[in-house]
């Protein structure tokens, strides 16, 4: 098995040389899967010949708020959110003002706080 170091956008290439490189059976995905969790959707789609349609920003917000959510089941507040802050900014790199919103929900400290601010983020970027 071979673990792919940085993900990139032509998985199906990557993963089709590795294996052909080194013989190994299977190519494991790591960190590509942080706050991106189509990644297995991605590759499953490139590898069968099909396409993958990229998830929009509301189903992006809305699997962060889903992290999050179990986040602060297993860990409770403060810790549960706290601890998201390095998956928060994987899971938002891609939207527009992802820069200016990672700044205030790394503010964010309970899941009300996380909440709130994605709403007010949603309803400000028009994003469903």
């Known amino acids: 098995m071979v673990n792919r170091p940085r993900p990139t956008r032509r ?3 990557d993963i089709e ?3 052909t490189h080194t013989g190994c059976p299977a190519v494991m995905i790591g960190r590509g899967a942080i706050g991106n969790p189509w990644v297995f959707a991605e590759v499953r789609a490139r590898l069968d ?5 990229p998830p929009t920003p509301g189903a992006r917000v809305r699997a962060l708020l889903r992290h999050a959510r179990e986040a602060v089941g297993i860990d409770g507040e403060p810790r549960g959110i706290i601890g998201m802050r390095r998956v928060t900014s994987a899971y938002i790199k891609y939207l527009p003002g992802a820069r200016e919103l990672r700044g205030v ?3 964010a400290t309970t899941l009300a ?3 709130a601010l994605l709403a007010g983020y949603r309803h400000d970027a028009a994003v469903a």
């Open 17 to 19: 040389r590795l294996k």
């Open 113 to 115: 706080e996380l909440e």
């Open 105 to 107: 929900l790394m503010q």
């Open 11 to 13: 998985k199906k290439a």
């Open 49 to 53: 010949g099909g396409t993958f349609t």
